[in-house]
């Protein structure tokens, strides 16, 4: 009941007659401070946004963004790309009839050829992409369906993996590691590429499978459980996913480092596209030496070992071969729209 | 049986509960009463609102009130759904947790503090008695129980409503202060309950058996009623002055005892404790259906999602990335729905509405450190009472005021009197009122009554020499001496300077008009007076007039006095040996005739007792101890009495001639002038006067005998001022007696044996007292004009005196009539000569109602009429109420502004006129129409008059312009109608059928004026034009008759002046002075609401443009409801990242200077019609969200489409660009910039990326779905991500800053040129008029002459 009669009191200024008790007390006013801040006067700059202080900044603006809409354009054309499509929807298409009889559970892998011709030599490191269309890896139950401390190398999750990862969680009464879908539905193609020299003859072309994944994934995102023990004990009573063929300790038999959670083609498969028409990195294609093109131009052959079924939901595969510039992949869109905000700021400027 | 009886007893209790209660001592043997008591509530007060155990769940439940928190929990419940899930649940719960906690935090801290001052009253100590002990023992308030005996001494806090049943007092009276409860620093006098075998030395509680009987509690503060009933079955009535009141405190009373009756919560201090003021601004009202909107524009976006997805499923065939294969796609897009309304919430800007309250509680901050409204005189600031409707401010379109005190400063000062139908005009006073003036204007230093001599004596010699005034030099005179008395006077009592205006110098000071001071000094010394002969001789009744209208003025009232040297006692009584009355009964008779039975016909006096044993008996009730031992002058007979016998000296007599000779020299006695000079000023004697012991005893004596008055109004106070100037003192009052000195007189006590108080039906207040000369019972009168005119009858008698008399009437009437036109307030002053069985017969009844519970206040007030009829005329006073400063600018100013200012006021209508006139509210040229008449419907046709008269002018005026817009023309500071309604056409006009065309009425004037009104018809003039016209409208008074006007206005604004704080207490702002008025609405009220309306808008620019980045992404992951964001980014980025910049905006934004905004009020109207917060702004806002989200997305996407981008480093440049766009958005809204800005955007932009990098490194296998490991590190190290965010914030700011840039370049000169057609116009306008006017000359417009200070001169252009 004081709280409110006690602000009436004190709003009503009666302190002044308790300074006046003290005497020599000095007698605190309720005058409010005269500050800049307080009576709103702060040193102030006032951004008033005529068309005399705007144009010259559009001016200034279309003068800086013109000609980095140029360099874009210009290193993105000088990008060298090649795109093919081995989806096999066509029935020219070398891999039409294994798209037709593809079964999950045929152990027969489908092979196909794709033959193609470079029209262009491709000069520096060439990144291989194997491409998805409409692929939604990021739907949102899909992109949630994974368990990221199991993919840490944690041991616990590994045994027990986290309900996201439902229905691919287990199987069979056992832990599946890497559990999820997006783990389950891994991309399983096998691409090799061939150049077929005047002579007809094939010539394999080495194709590095280190160093697609991004370092962070590689170093501190995934780990395989257990350091460096054997990867087979340490993934003992664990399940493979539903679709794999073989478990992830045994993704790539060449190379014992790159087995487990820590395979690069998994981690890559892992970190989900933005959008359902996306590249993943596959192999990167190292030049060898200054005077020969990485990828001289000529006829080239593409074997395909045929795993992944996309027909039934209108998916598209394809084998992408591109350079890359400071700014990324191919793409002119970045260059034309730089150059025309560019020129609108730069004419409004001037008019 | 027991058990069966027991339940029907409590219930007959329970029943007579419900109507009364009754109260006896806690001690008493009588079960049921004491099973009774227990049935009260106790003295302990519980305030807080959760205990302990119960805060969890009552928080909870009461947060769930607000809706906005439902939404919340909601949202987080859906999440715990697993088919709808989002995010993880705990990010979910992010947002409502922390809104929950910050809210339960502060209430618990609220609570915390409510409790600790809880428990500290409640272990208040008080003395009980304890009927076991016999003695009084220390208790705990809380302890104090319905029933007991509590003894307070002085300065003590009543721990609850008691009865008052002893004081130490001798005539059981005590003081008590009502501050804490009201605010009023005057002192309040309580009686004991009258009749108490108590009321004595030797009184013992034990012997106290009777029973009070009182009404249930309730919160009216100025009401008890009830009656104690003695053992013996005498009932003696009850009322509020009987009680003490819970939280005042006791004063000037050693010791008093009283009876608990209400405790704790049913106390009227705590049943009037109402919380504070909560108002839905009008913006807020306005925000809801924006708010409406964004919901609809979500339920949208989320059935697009639910449609698409299941469309999209359903076109589905197998898909590798289906993880959900059995749900079919109608369900799924079903649950889409609810999961996109998770993933969309931020639509809904629930964290708007803290936002709002967190702005406007800085907005409250700035307008409260405002220097423009603080007033240093009485070192307050405004007072920002409602927190939530600083916005309304800038919104207001009608002003009703109050005048008294609002418009005026509400420091009356005594201007002149009219008696027996003589004028006296009071030239010098009037002079000095100007010299006042001046001298204020110069010295700006603190309360005028405090002042520092120097400065006085330098101003003392300017205006000497100017208006060769022997006064003012005698003002300032006595004002050094004054000074050391006040000065001491403050220390040893802290009063508020306040209390002190009331008495202030310009009031005291009251310069007597030279002839009236001869005729009353005939009357003292009448063998010097008749030997002068030279002048008229008054007539023997006009004598009598003359004393009976200065000992009403001075007794007729209730003031309460006290003296510095003994602040706030009462004075103590019995000073000076009386000169024998007996003497002096021997002069009436000498003067040969019986002044006092003149006019009446009545019976002679049948006096009770002489005089002289009255007096006696009434001072020997006086404090023993109340000689002042030190006061040597104490033996010597009255100061005015000893000069005015002191033979002349020639010295002098040199002196003051060549003084007087300023003023009316001509006709003026040397005797008269050095009789006037000593009287009103003794202090000024001291100049010429130095060898002179006597009157250094003189001066002496009076100037410790300073007297303080605390009147309750200030009309009051002037008045009993005006009689001491003609040294008509006011000595001290007690309950039953007043003492005053009379001039020729010397002291004399006056039986008071009733007093009537003043109330606003009534319009009057009477004293009844016991002639101290004649021994007659006198009724002295004193209200409004009106009143007293109508019930001042011609006295039957001879014809001689009824001619005389009906021509005094006439004469008064004049005066009356001269004086409202001057626009000074009128008091009529009239007496009545009781016979002694008149006078028996109606305090039968008197007491009757007195001690009635029900309906008393009716039967009272009957009673009082029936007592205040046949009255005699004496006089009339005419009061001074100055214009505060600055009201005639403050006035022009809002009404340029586009504010229709009303004014409503209970005076006169001439003085109400007046004061308009001098406020500027009336130009000359303005059309006065008057609305008065006696019947409705006479009422229904002079509207309907005046509304075609209107019209007709109108239609007149707007020809050549564009019609229609008449609203618009007539305000804004040029000649118009203005319309002047009195109170009783008021009611007619207020009446259903009648309601439309008054306002239709008013709306077509300029102002309108009510005078004459009630408080009641104030509210419902306010609240008409509130909802029947649907605007915005602000109430401002100072006094209990505002209240309900300020209650009902949208924005209730009270000034804290001179009537007690009822006013400030009910409104949203307190400010001291009208004039704070134009910078509070222009500047503040127009920032803030543009600052609010700015805000919210951006607020929800905000929301949209981020929500519709995410809505985007759905139709590129097939309406799934995924996010590109990390899920804390998501959630952080509204309540965190750029949270703060909103609310920098909202408080230092200012689109204008607040110079600019004073110089220029059409500003105002700007706001006012909501161009700032319009359906149309809104929408374009809405409208460039969308375009700006569509940039921001569909950039990068373009950018980004078909590489091998991956969900986080696609989300992150349109994250990071949405962050810039969001920040430079701002900055190219703000109107201004200041390192605060810079510092909060700088610093909101640091945290989002310092959170993003950080949470990037250190969160490996946190926030599981999308986990950000690395993603802005990588992204960061790009040149792309830079590429993007450039690309993408500059297109996406491109409309906007060329939007700002053309409306910029355009606007101001568009705004200025309006604002120099409007000035054509109004020029045009005033011509018009001007011609208009002379064609209709016939039209009633008031003569009127400008002798108020304040009145402009050249106001009164007469018509007619």
Same mark, same amino acid.
């Given at each position: 009941?004081?709280?409110?009669?006690?602000?009436?009191?004190?709003?009503?200024?009666?302190?002044?007659?308790?300074?006046?008790?003290?005497?020599?007390?000095?007698?605190?006013?309720?005058?409010?401070?005269?500050?800049?801040?307080?009576?709103?006067?702060?040193?102030?700059?006032?951004?008033?946004?005529?068309?005399?202080?705007?144009?010259?900044?559009?001016?200034?603006?279309?003068?800086?963004?013109?000609?980095?809409?140029?360099?874009?354009?210009?290193?993105?054309?000088?990008?060298?790309?090649?795109?093919?499509?081995?989806?096999?929807?066509?029935?020219?298409?070398?891999?039409?009839?294994?798209?037709?009889?593809?079964?999950?559970?045929?152990?027969?892998?489908?092979?196909?050829?794709?033959?193609?011709?470079?029209?262009?030599?491709?000069?520096?490191?060439?990144?291989?992409?194997?491409?998805?269309?409409?692929?939604?890896?990021?739907?949102?139950?899909?992109?949630?369906?994974?368990?990221?401390?199991?993919?840490?190398?944690?041991?616990? /999750?590994?045994?027990?993996?986290?309900?996201?990862?439902?229905?691919?969680?287990?199987?069979?009464?056992?832990?599946?590691?890497?559990?999820? /879908?997006? /783990?389950?539905?891994?991309?399983?193609?096998?691409?090799?590429?061939?150049?077929?020299?005047?002579?007809?003859?094939?010539?394999?072309?080495?194709?590095?499978?280190?160093?697609?994944?991004?370092?962070?994934?590689?170093?501190?995102?995934?780990?395989?459980?257990?350091?460096?023990?054997?990867?087979?004990?340490?993934?003992?009573?664990?399940?493979?996913?539903?679709?794999?063929?073989?478990?992830?300790?045994?993704?790539?038999?060449?190379?014992?480092?790159?087995?487990?959670?820590?395979?690069?083609?998994?981690?890559?498969?892992?970190?989900?596209?933005?959008?359902?028409?996306?590249?993943?990195?596959?192999?990167?294609?190292?030049?060898?030496?200054?005077?020969?093109?990485?990828?001289?131009?000529?006829?080239?052959?593409?074997?395909?070992?045929?795993?992944?079924?996309?027909?039934?939901?209108?998916?598209?595969?394809?084998?992408?071969?591109?350079?890359?510039?400071?700014?990324?992949?191919?793409?002119?869109?970045?260059?034309? /729209?730089?150059?025309?905000?560019?020129?609108?700021?730069?004419?409004?400027?001037?008019? | 049986?027991?058990?069966?009886?027991?339940?029907?007893?409590?219930?007959?209790?329970?029943?007579?509960?419900?109507?009364?209660?009754?109260?006896?001592?806690?001690?008493?043997?009588?079960?049921?009463?004491?099973?009774?008591?227990?049935?009260?509530?106790?003295?302990?007060?519980?305030?807080?609102?959760?205990?302990?155990?119960?805060?969890?769940?009552?928080?909870?439940?009461?947060?769930?009130?607000?809706?906005?928190?439902?939404? %919340?929990?909601?949202?987080?419940?859906?999440? %715990?759904?697993?088919?709808?899930?989002?995010?993880?649940?705990?990010?979910?719960?992010?947002?409502? !947790?922390?809104? $929950?906690?910050?809210?339960?935090?502060?209430?618990?801290?609220?609570?915390?503090?409510?409790?600790?001052?809880?428990?500290?009253?409640?272990?208040?100590?008080?003395?009980?008695?304890?009927?076991?002990?016999?003695?009084?023992?220390?208790?705990?308030?809380?302890?104090?129980?319905?029933?007991?005996?509590?003894?307070?001494?002085?300065?003590?806090?009543?721990?609850?409503?008691?009865?008052?049943?002893?004081?130490?007092?001798?005539?059981?009276?005590?003081?008590?202060?009502?501050?804490?409860?009201?605010?009023?620093?005057?002192?309040?006098?309580?009686?004991?309950?009258?009749? *108490?075998?108590?009321?004595?030395?030797?009184?013992?509680?034990?012997?106290?058996?009777?029973?009070?009987?009182?009404?249930?509690?309730?919160?009216?503060?100025?009401?008890?009623?009830?009656?104690?009933? #003695?053992?013996?079955?005498?009932?003696?009535?009850?009322?509020?002055?009987? *009680?003490?009141?819970?939280?005042?405190?006791?004063?000037?009373?050693?010791?008093?005892?009283?009876?608990?009756?209400?405790?704790?919560?049913?106390?009227?201090?705590?049943?009037?404790?109402?919380?504070?003021?909560?108002?839905?601004?009008?913006? &807020?009202?306005?925000?809801?259906?924006?708010?409406?909107?964004?919901?609809? $524009?979500?339920?949208?976006?989320?059935?697009?999602?639910?449609?698409? #997805?299941?469309?999209?499923?359903?076109?589905?065939?197998?898909?590798?990335?289906?993880?959900?294969?059995?749900?079919?796609?109608?369900?799924?897009?079903?649950?889409?729905?609810?999961?996109? !309304?998770?993933?969309?919430?931020?639509?809904?800007?629930?964290?708007?509405?803290?936002?709002?309250?967190?702005?406007?509680?800085?907005?409250?901050?700035?307008?409260?450190?405002?220097?423009?409204?603080?007033?240093?005189?009485?070192?307050?600031? !405004?007072?920002?009472?409602?927190?939530?409707?600083?916005?309304?401010?800038?919104?207001?379109?009608?002003?009703?005021?109050?005048?008294?005190?609002?418009?005026?400063?509400?420091?009356?000062?005594?201007?002149?009197?009219?008696?027996?139908?003589?004028?006296?005009?009071?030239?010098?006073?009037?002079?000095?009122?100007?010299?006042?003036?001046?001298?204020?204007?110069?010295?700006?230093?603190?309360?005028?009554?405090?002042?520092?001599?120097?400065?006085?004596?330098?101003?003392?010699?300017?205006?000497?020499?100017?208006?060769?005034?022997?006064?003012?030099?005698?003002?300032?005179?006595?004002?050094?001496?004054?000074?050391?008395?006040?000065?001491?006077?403050?220390?040893?009592?802290?009063?508020?300077?306040?209390?002190?205006?009331?008495?202030?110098?310009?009031?005291?000071?009251?310069?007597?008009?030279?002839?009236?001071?001869?005729?009353?000094?005939?009357?003292?010394?009448?063998?010097?007076?008749?030997?002068? @002969?030279?002048?008229?001789?008054?007539?023997?009744?006009?004598?009598?007039?003359?004393?009976?209208?200065?000992?009403?003025?001075?007794?007729?009232?209730?003031?309460?006095?006290?003296?510095?040297?003994?602040?706030?006692?009462?004075?103590?009584?019995?000073?000076?040996?009386?000169?024998?009355?007996?003497? %002096?009964?021997?002069?009436?008779?000498?003067?040969?005739?019986?002044?006092?039975?003149?006019?009446?016909?009545?019976?002679?006096?049948?006096?009770?007792?002489?005089?002289?044993?009255?007096?006696?008996?009434?001072?020997?009730?006086?404090?023993?101890?109340?000689?002042?031992?030190?006061?040597?002058?104490?033996?010597?007979?009255? =100061?005015?009495?000893?000069?005015?016998?002191?033979?002349?000296?020639?010295?002098?007599?040199?002196?003051?001639?060549?003084?007087?000779?300023?003023?009316?020299?001509?006709?003026?006695?040397?005797?008269?002038?050095?009789?006037?000079?000593?009287?009103?000023?003794?202090?000024?004697?001291?100049?010429?006067?130095?060898?002179?012991?006597?009157?250094?005893?003189?001066?002496?004596?009076?100037?410790?005998?300073?007297?303080?008055?605390?009147?309750?109004?200030?009309?009051?106070?002037?008045?009993?001022?005006?009689?001491?100037?003609?040294?008509?003192?006011?000595?001290?009052?007690?309950?039953?007696?007043?003492?005053?000195?009379?001039?020729?007189?010397?002291?004399?006590?006056?039986?008071?044996?009733?007093?009537?108080?003043?109330?606003?039906?009534?319009?009057?207040?009477?004293?009844?007292?016991?002639?101290?000369?004649?021994?007659?019972?006198?009724?002295?009168?004193?209200?409004?004009?009106?009143?007293?005119?109508?019930?001042?009858?011609?006295?039957?008698?001879?014809?001689?005196?009824?001619?005389?008399?009906?021509?005094?009437?006439?004469?008064?009437?004049?005066?009356?009539?001269?004086?409202?036109?001057?626009?000074?307030?009128?008091?009529?002053?009239?007496?009545?000569?009781?016979?002694?069985?008149?006078?028996?017969?109606?305090?039968?009844?008197?007491?009757?109602? &007195?001690?009635?519970?029900?309906?008393?206040?009716?039967?009272?007030?009957?009673?009082?009429?029936?007592?205040?009829?046949?009255?005699?005329?004496? @006089?009339?006073?005419?009061?001074?109420?100055?214009?505060?400063?600055?009201?005639?600018?403050?006035?022009?100013?809002?009404?340029?502004?586009?504010?229709?200012?009303?004014?409503?006021?209970?005076?006169?209508?001439?003085?109400?006129?007046?004061?308009?006139?001098?406020?500027?509210?009336?130009?000359?040229?303005?059309?006065?129409?008057?609305?008065?008449?006696?019947?409705?419907?006479?009422?229904?046709?002079?509207?309907?008059?005046?509304?075609?008269?209107?019209?007709?002018?109108?239609?007149?005026?707007? &020809?050549?312009?564009?019609?229609?817009?008449?609203?618009?023309?007539?305000?804004?500071?040029?000649?118009?109608?203005?319309?002047?309604?009195?109170?009783?056409?008021?009611?007619?006009?207020?009446?259903?059928?009648?309601?439309? #065309?008054?306002?239709?009425?008013?709306? @077509?004037?300029?102002?309108?004026?009510?005078?004459?009104?009630?408080?009641?018809?104030?509210?419902?003039?306010?609240?008409?034009?509130?909802?029947?016209?649907?605007?915005?409208?602000?109430?401002?008074?100072?006094?209990?008759?505002?209240?309900?006007?300020?209650?009902?206005?949208?924005?209730?604004?009270?000034?804290?002046?001179?009537?007690?704080?009822?006013?400030?207490?009910?409104?949203?702002?307190?400010?001291?002075?009208?004039?704070?008025?134009?910078?509070?609405?222009?500047?503040?009220?127009?920032?803030?609401?543009?600052?609010?309306?700015?805000?919210?808008?951006?607020?929800?620019?905000?929301?949209?443009?981020?929500?519709?980045?995410?809505?985007?992404?759905?139709?590129?992951?097939?309406?799934?409801?995924?996010?590109?964001?990390?899920?804390?980014?998501?959630?952080?980025?509204?309540?965190?990242?750029?949270?703060? =910049?909103?609310?920098?905006?909202?408080?230092?934004?200012?689109?204008?200077?607040?110079?600019?905004?004073?110089?220029?009020?059409?500003?105002?109207?700007?706001?006012?019609?909501?161009?700032?917060?319009?359906?149309?702004?809104?929408? !374009?806002?809405?409208?460039?969200?969308?375009?700006?989200?569509?940039?921001?997305?569909?950039? =990068?996407?373009?950018?980004?489409?078909?590489?091998?981008?991956?969900?986080?480093?696609?989300?992150?440049?349109?994250?990071?660009?949405?962050?810039?766009?969001?920040?430079?958005?701002?900055?190219?809204?703000?109107?201004?910039?200041?390192?605060?800005?810079?510092?909060?955007?700088?610093?909101?932009?640091?945290?989002?990326?310092?959170?993003?990098?950080?949470?990037?490194?250190?969160?490996?296998?946190?926030?599981?779905?999308?986990?950000?490991?690395?993603?802005?590190?990588?992204?960061?190290?790009?040149?792309?991500?830079?590429?993007?965010?450039?690309?993408?914030?500059?297109?996406?700011?491109?409309?906007?800053?060329?939007?700002?840039?053309?409306?910029?370049?355009?606007?101001?000169?568009?705004?200025?040129?309006?604002?120099?057609?409007?000035?054509?116009?109004?020029?045009?306008?005033?011509?018009?008029?001007?011609?208009?006017?002379?064609? #209709?000359?016939?039209?009633?417009?008031?003569?009127?002459?400008?002798?108020?200070?304040?009145?402009?001169?050249?106001?009164?252009?007469?018509?007619?």
């Amino acid at each position: 009941m004081m709280a409110s009669s006690y602000n009436a009191k004190e709003e009503d200024g009666h302190n002044s007659g308790a300074s006046n008790n003290g005497g020599a007390g000095v007698v605190k006013s309720k005058k409010p401070d005269n500050t800049a801040f307080k009576q709103q006067r702060l040193p102030a700059w006032q951004p008033i946004l005529t068309a005399g202080t705007v144009l010259p900044a559009f001016f200034v603006i279309g003068l800086i963004f013109i000609p980095i809409g140029i360099g874009l354009f210009v290193s993105s054309n000088n990008i060298k790309e090649f795109e093919i499509d081995y989806t096999g929807v066509d029935v020219n298409n070398p891999c039409y009839n294994c798209a037709k009889n593809f079964s999950w559970n045929s152990t027969t892998p489908c092979l196909c050829s794709v033959p193609f011709t470079l029209e262009q030599p491709f000069e520096s490191n060439v990144f291989m992409y194997y491409g998805l269309s409409n692929f939604y890896q990021n739907h949102r139950r899909y992109v949630k369906s994974r368990d990221d401390s199991q993919l840490n190398g944690d041991q616990s /999750a590994l045994k027990n993996p986290s309900k996201e990862c439902e229905p691919y969680r287990t199987s069979e009464g056992q832990p599946i590691a890497p559990c999820g /879908a997006i /783990a389950n539905s891994l991309f399983n193609d096998t691409l090799e590429l061939y150049y077929i020299d005047s002579n007809g003859t094939k010539n394999t072309i080495p194709l590095v499978k280190k160093g697609i994944a991004w370092w962070t994934d590689k170093h501190v995102k995934f780990r395989n459980p257990g350091g460096n023990n054997n990867l087979t004990v340490a993934f003992q009573g664990t399940s493979k996913p539903v679709n794999w063929r073989k478990p992830v300790y045994e993704l790539d038999p060449s190379d014992p480092e790159n087995n487990g959670f820590i395979n690069e083609d998994f981690i890559v498969w892992m970190r989900t596209a933005a959008l359902p028409t996306f590249r993943k990195l596959y192999r990167i294609i190292q030049k060898k030496s200054s005077t020969t093109p990485t990828l001289p131009s000529g006829k080239y052959l593409l074997d395909i070992t045929y795993n992944y079924p996309v027909l039934s939901f209108d998916g598209r595969k394809r084998m992408i071969l591109s350079t890359i510039s400071w700014m990324g992949g191919k793409n002119p869109f970045l260059g034309i /729209a730089y150059i025309t905000v560019g020129s609108i700021c730069f004419f409004l400027g001037v008019n | 049986m027991y058990s069966l009886e027991c339940p029907s007893r409590l219930n007959s209790i329970k029943e007579r509960l419900r109507k009364k209660r009754t109260v006896v001592p806690s001690f008493t043997e009588d079960e049921e009463l004491s099973q009774l008591l227990k049935l009260y509530k106790g003295n302990k007060i519980r305030t807080t609102k959760y205990s302990l155990l119960s805060f969890l769940p009552k928080n909870l439940f009461e947060q769930l009130h607000r809706l906005a928190n439902v939404y %919340f929990i909601f949202l987080a419940a859906l999440n %715990f759904v697993p088919v709808v899930e989002a995010f993880q649940p705990q990010i979910a719960l992010a947002p409502i !947790i922390l809104v $929950l906690s910050m809210t339960a935090a502060k209430d618990i801290w609220e609570d915390y503090r409510r409790f600790k001052s809880d428990h500290s009253i409640n272990s208040l100590l008080c003395h009980v008695y304890s009927s076991k002990q016999k003695a009084y023992i220390d208790q705990r308030w809380k302890d104090v129980r319905v029933g007991d005996f509590v003894r307070l001494s002085c300065n003590e806090i009543i721990p609850a409503d008691m009865l008052l049943l002893y004081s130490s007092d001798p005539r059981g009276v005590c003081y008590i202060e009502t501050a804490n409860l009201d605010g009023e620093t005057n002192l309040k006098q309580r009686q004991v309950v009258s009749d *108490l075998p108590l009321q004595g030395v030797e009184f013992s509680l034990e012997s106290f058996h009777c029973r009070v009987e009182c009404e249930n509690p309730n919160n009216d503060l100025g009401r008890f009623r009830g009656y104690v009933e #003695h053992p013996g079955g005498l009932r003696v009535g009850l009322h509020n002055n009987n *009680l003490l009141l819970r939280s005042c405190t006791v004063r000037n009373t050693e010791t008093v005892v009283g009876m608990v009756v209400y405790a704790g919560h049913e106390t009227k201090a705590m049943m009037n404790n109402s919380g504070p003021r909560y108002k839905r601004s009008q913006l &807020e009202k306005h925000l809801n259906t924006d708010i409406l909107w964004c919901v609809l $524009l979500l339920i949208i976006m989320c059935l697009t999602a639910a449609i698409g #997805h299941g469309v999209w499923l359903n076109n589905l065939k197998d898909p590798l990335f289906q993880v959900d294969t059995e749900t079919s796609p109608a369900l799924a897009g079903f649950y889409v729905f609810w999961t996109m !309304i998770i993933v969309l919430q931020v639509l809904i800007p629930i964290s708007l509405y803290v936002s709002i309250e967190i702005v406007k509680l800085g907005q409250i901050y700035f307008i409260h450190n405002d220097l423009a409204l603080y007033n240093k005189q009485l070192d307050s600031r !405004i007072q920002c009472r409602a927190l939530n409707i600083t916005e309304d401010l800038g919104q207001i379109q009608y002003l009703f005021s109050d005048k008294t005190g609002t418009l005026t400063e509400n420091k009356m000062v005594f201007r002149r009197c009219s008696i027996y139908g003589v004028e006296y005009p009071h030239e010098e006073n009037a002079r000095r009122l100007e010299v006042y003036e001046a001298e204020k204007s110069e010295e700006a230093g603190r309360s005028v009554t405090l002042k520092s001599g120097c400065s006085g004596k330098s101003l003392s010699c300017r205006s000497l020499s100017c208006q060769r005034s022997s006064v003012s030099l005698h003002t300032l005179a006595a004002e050094t001496d004054e000074e050391e008395e006040e000065e001491e006077e403050e220390l040893s009592n802290p009063i508020h300077p306040r209390t002190n205006a009331f008495c202030s110098r310009v009031a005291k000071e009251v310069v007597p008009d030279p002839e009236l001071v001869r005729k009353l000094n005939w009357f003292c010394c009448p063998e010097l007076a008749l030997s002068d @002969g030279s002048s008229g001789t008054p007539s023997s009744l006009e004598l009598t007039y003359i004393t009976d209208f200065f000992l009403a003025l001075a007794i007729c009232n209730s003031v309460v006095v006290s003296s510095p040297s003994q602040p706030r006692h009462v004075v103590p009584e019995a000073r000076t040996p009386l000169k024998s009355l007996e003497d %002096f009964k021997l002069m009436f008779q000498r003067l040969s005739f019986s002044p006092f039975t003149a006019l009446s016909t009545l019976s002679p006096p049948q006096m009770k007792g002489s005089p002289v044993s009255f007096t006696r008996r009434l001072f020997a009730r006086g404090k023993a101890g109340s000689f002042t031992p030190t006061n040597s002058t104490t033996d010597g007979s009255d =100061p005015g009495q000893e000069s005015n016998l002191e033979p002349p000296d020639p010295r002098r007599k040199l002196d003051l001639s060549s003084r007087a000779e300023g003023g009316d020299a001509g006709r003026t006695e040397h005797r008269d002038t050095e009789a006037e000079d000593a009287k009103t000023n003794p202090d000024g004697a001291r100049q010429d006067a130095e060898g002179d012991p006597i009157r250094e005893v003189d001066r002496e004596s009076d100037t410790n005998e300073e007297l303080l008055y605390e009147a309750e109004s200030p009309d009051e106070a002037a008045l009993v001022h005006a009689a001491q100037a003609y040294r008509c003192t006011l000595r001290g009052r007690s309950a039953e007696g007043l003492l005053v000195d009379l001039p020729g007189i010397g002291s004399l006590a006056v039986q008071l044996l009733h007093i009537l108080p003043f109330d606003s039906n009534r319009k009057k207040m009477s004293v009844v007292v016991r002639h101290p000369l004649t021994g007659h019972v006198v009724v002295y009168t004193k209200g409004a004009d009106s009143v007293i005119m109508d019930l001042a009858e011609t006295p039957k008698g001879a014809e001689q005196a009824q001619e005389i008399y009906s021509h005094i009437r006439e004469q008064t009437q004049i005066h009356l009539d001269g004086y409202a036109r001057e626009g000074l307030r009128t008091l009529c002053i009239a007496k009545k000569v009781v016979g002694e069985e008149e006078y028996e017969a109606w305090l039968k009844g008197q007491l009757l109602a &007195e001690s009635s519970i029900e309906n008393r206040e009716e039967l009272l007030l009957e009673s009082a009429q029936r007592l205040e009829t046949n009255l005699t005329l004496l @006089g009339t006073t005419g009061i001074v109420d100055r214009l505060q400063e600055e009201v005639p600018e403050t006035i022009e100013a809002l009404q340029r502004a586009g504010i229709k200012v009303w004014i409503l006021t209970g005076d006169k209508k001439e003085t109400a006129i007046n004061i308009a006139y001098a406020c500027r509210l009336l130009c000359p040229n303005d059309q006065l129409l008057t609305a008065s008449c006696g019947s409705k419907d006479a009422c229904a046709v002079l509207l309907e008059e005046l509304k075609v008269e209107v019209q007709r002018g109108e239609a007149s005026l707007t &020809e050549p312009t564009a019609a229609g817009n008449h609203g618009e023309s007539s305000s804004g500071g040029m000649a118009g109608f203005v319309l002047v309604i009195d109170g009783r056409t008021l009611e007619w006009a207020l009446q259903e059928e009648l309601k439309s #065309h008054f306002l239709e009425l008013s709306q @077509g004037c300029k102002a309108v004026i009510c005078c004459r009104s009630t408080p009641l018809q104030k509210s419902q003039v306010v609240r008409l034009v509130r909802d029947q016209l649907g605007v915005m409208t602000l109430a401002v008074g100072d006094g209990a008759n505002d209240v309900s006007m300020i209650q009902v206005a949208d924005v209730g604004i009270g000034i804290s002046g001179q009537e007690g704080m009822q006013a400030v207490m009910s409104s949203d702002f307190a400010i001291s002075r009208f004039k704070h008025l134009s910078k509070l609405l222009l500047v503040h009220g127009h920032l803030c609401y543009s600052r609010l309306a700015n805000m919210i808008l951006y607020f929800i620019y905000k929301n949209v443009m981020y929500v519709n980045l995410l809505f985007w992404y759905q139709f590129f992951c097939g309406f799934s409801g995924g996010v590109m964001t990390n899920a804390w980014v998501l959630i952080l980025f509204n309540l965190l990242f750029t949270s703060v =910049p909103p609310l920098i905006y909202g408080v230092l934004d200012q689109h204008m200077p607040a110079d600019t905004l004073m110089e220029l009020p059409e500003l105002y109207q700007a706001v006012q019609t909501s161009k700032v917060y319009v359906p149309y702004v809104f929408w !374009i806002t809405v409208l460039d969200a969308f375009y700006q989200s569509l940039v921001c997305f569909f950039v =990068p996407y373009f950018a980004l489409a078909g590489s091998s981008v991956d969900v986080l480093s696609f989300g992150s440049p349109i994250n990071a660009s949405a962050l810039l766009i969001i920040l430079l958005h701002q900055v190219i809204e703000s109107h201004t910039l200041t390192w605060i800005h810079a510092l909060v955007l700088v610093l909101s932009g640091a945290s989002y990326f310092g959170f993003v990098l950080l949470f990037g490194v250190f969160c490996v296998t946190c926030s599981p779905p999308t986990n950000p490991v690395g993603v802005e590190t990588l992204e960061m190290s790009q040149p792309l991500f830079y590429i993007l965010c450039a690309l993408t914030t500059v297109t996406a700011l491109l409309p906007r800053l060329l939007f700002r840039a053309l409306c910029n370049t355009l606007r101001p000169a568009a705004a200025l040129t309006s604002a120099q057609t409007d000035k054509v116009d109004s020029e045009r306008y005033r011509k018009k008029m001007q011609r208009w006017n002379l064609s #209709h000359s016939k039209a009633n417009r008031l003569p009127v002459c400008a002798d108020n200070p304040g009145l402009e001169p050249g106001t009164d252009t007469v018509v007619s």
